[in-house]
C-alpha cells in the first residue's frame, strides 16, 4: 500500500523518537541512581571522617551501648572482620514507617581503647528515590511532550511547505491535454518547488504545442486527401463498370476499389476525431436515443442480413440524453458497425435502452477482448480486421465528451459494451 511521502518522513521521525524515548528513560534513571549513590556514599563518608575526628579518640568502650542508643543511624558493632571500608545497599525494618525502607550502609573498621570494632553508617534512600523517580518521571514527561510538539509542529509546517508540491500534483492530474495548454501552479518561496513548476510548465507547453501540431496536421492532411481520394475512389468505380475488363483485371481492381473505401472511412473517422478534439460539436440538445437507434437500425439491418445476423432490440422510447446529435448518431452507427463487423456468421445482436443505460451485445470471437488498449487508436483485437481500429477510440471519445461511462463485460459467449449515462 502506498503512502505519501509526509507520513514516511513522520513514521521514521516517529521510529527514530520512540528509540531515544525508550533508551535515553531508563538510561537517566540510572545514570541518576549512580550520581545519588556517589552522593550518598560521599556522605557516609563524611559521617565517618567527623567520627574519626571529633568521636573516636573520647569514646570508651563502655559508652558503646549508650552511643547506640542514642545514635540510630550511626552505630559502633562487634568487629565482623573486615579491614577495609565497605558500602553496600541494604533494607532495614522501620519501625516509626512500619516497613522496610532501603539505606546505603557504610562499614568500617574502627579501633576503641585499642580492640576492633565495626563503625556502621547507613543513610535513608527512600526520599532519593523518591526524588529520582519524580526527576526521571519529570524528563520523561518533558521528553514526551517536546516529541509531541515536535511531530505536531513538523506536521503543520510539512503540509505548508508541501502544499505547492501537492496543488501541482493534482493540477497535473486534472490536466488533459486536449482541452488545455496551461496549468496555473502555486508560486513557492521554496527554490525546489519553484524549480518543479517552471518545469511542469515548461513540458506542458512544449506538449501541448506537439498536440496542436499534430492534431492540425492530421485534420488538414484528412480534408486535403478527401477530393483525391474521392477523384480515385470514382475512376475506379467508372472502371468497373466498363465490360471489356477480364476476370483478372477485374478483380485486382475491385481489391483496390475495397481499399480505397476502407481509406475513405479511415480519412473520415480520422476527420471525426479531429473535430471532435478541436470541440467542433459543441451544441448540446435533448435527444432520444431510440429514434436514432430505428434509424440505423434500418440502415445496418442490410449488412447484417449478408452475415444472417439476428438484431434484437428492447427500447424504451421515453429516454432522452443531452448531447450533440450529431454525435450521438456517430455513436449509434459506430457501436452498430462495432457488433456486425466482429460478430459471426449466423451471430447475434442485442441492444437494450433503459433510462440508465444503452447495451450493445454481440456473438463473436470464444474468448474476451484484452482492454488494456481496448480504446486506443488503431488499436485492434484482431489483426486481420478489415476495420481502421478507430472506432470504440470514437467511441470512448463522445461518452468522455457527454460525461457518461463505457464498460465492457463478456459472458455467456457474448460480448458487450454498455453506456452508462
Do not use: C
Not at 20 to 25: A, D, N
Not at 231 to 253: A, M, P, T, V, Y
Amino acid at each position: 500500500m502506498n503512502k505519501k511521502l509526509l507520513n514516511k518522513t513522520l513514521n521514521y521521525y516517529f521510529i527514530y523518537a520512540l528509540i531515544i524515548l525508550i533508551t535515553v528513560g531508563p538510561v537517566f534513571y540510572v545514570v541518576t541512581n549512580i550520581l545519588y549513590e556517589d552522593d550518598a556514599n560521599e556522605d557516609l563518608y563524611a559521617i565517618k571522617k567527623q567520627f574519626d575526628k571529633f568521636n573516636k579518640d573520647d569514646l570508651k568502650i563502655s559508652e558503646i551501648l549508650l552511643w547506640n542508643r542514642f545514635n540510630r543511624d550511626v552505630t559502633i558493632q562487634k568487629f565482623n572482620g573486615i579491614h577495609n571500608d565497605s558500602l553496600f545497599d541494604h533494607s532495614y525494618y522501620d519501625a516509626l514507617n512500619k516497613e522496610n525502607e532501603p539505606f546505603r550502609v557504610l562499614n568500617s573498621p574502627v579501633k576503641i581503647e585499642g580492640k576492633w570494632f565495626t563503625f556502621s553508617a547507613k543513610i535513608n534512600m527512600v526520599e532519593k528515590e523518591n526524588l529520582i523517580g519524580s526527576t526521571a518521571f519529570l524528563f520523561i514527561s518533558l521528553l514526551l511532550l517536546l516529541i509531541i510538539g515536535f511531530f505536531i509542529i513538523t506536521k503543520i509546517i510539512s503540509k505548508k511547505l508541501w502544499l505547492p508540491f501537492y496543488a501541482a500534483l493534482e493540477k497535473m492530474e486534472q490536466f488533459e491535454i486536449d482541452k488545455s495548454t496551461s496549468v496555473k501552479l502555486i508560486q513557492s518561496t521554496t527554490e525546489e518547488f519553484n524549480r518543479l513548476n517552471n518545469a511542469i510548465d515548461n513540458l506542458i507547453r512544449k506538449n501541448s504545442s506537439i498536440y496542436q501540431s499534430q492534431r492540425e496536421f492530421i485534420e488538414n492532411a484528412a480534408h486535403e486527401l478527401q477530393t483525391p481520394i474521392a477523384i480515385f475512389k470514382g475512376k475506379l468505380e467508372n472502371i468497373l463498370q466498363r465490360k471489356d475488363l477480364n476476370s483478372e483485371q477485374f478483380k485486382l481492381i475491385d481489391d483496390l476499389n475495397n481499399t480505397t473505401t476502407r481509406l475513405v472511412k479511415l480519412n473520415k473517422n480520422l476527420l471525426v476525431l479531429s473535430k471532435i478534439d478541436s470541440n467542433s460539436y459543441n451544441e448540446i440538445e435533448k435527444i432520444k436515443l431510440s429514434e436514432i437507434i430505428n434509424i440505423q437500425l434500418a440502415f445496418f439491418s442490410e449488412q447484417a442480413l449478408s452475415k444472417k445476423i439476428n438484431i434484437t432490440t428492447e427500447l424504451s422510447n421515453e429516454v432522452e440524453v443531452k448531447s450533440n446529435h450529431f454525435l450521438a448518431e456517430i455513436l449509434i452507427s459506430n457501436l452498430f458497425l462495432n457488433t456486425i463487423n466482429h460478430n459471426e456468421l449466423n451471430g447475434q445482436i442485442i441492444v437494450k435502452l433503459t433510462n440508465e443505460s444503452i447495451i450493445f451485445s454481440n456473438t463473436g470471437t470464444l474468448l474476451p477482448l484484452h482492454t488494456e488498449k481496448m480504446f486506443e487508436r488503431f488499436s485492434k483485437s484482431n489483426p486481420s480486421s478489415q476495420g481502421n481500429g478507430l472506432g470504440l477510440s470514437i467511441i470512448k471519445k463522445i461518452v468522455d465528451i457527454n460525461h457518461w461511462s463505457i464498460n465492457y463485460h463478456f459472458n455467456n459467449r457474448m460480448h458487450t459494451f454498455e453506456i452508462v449515462f
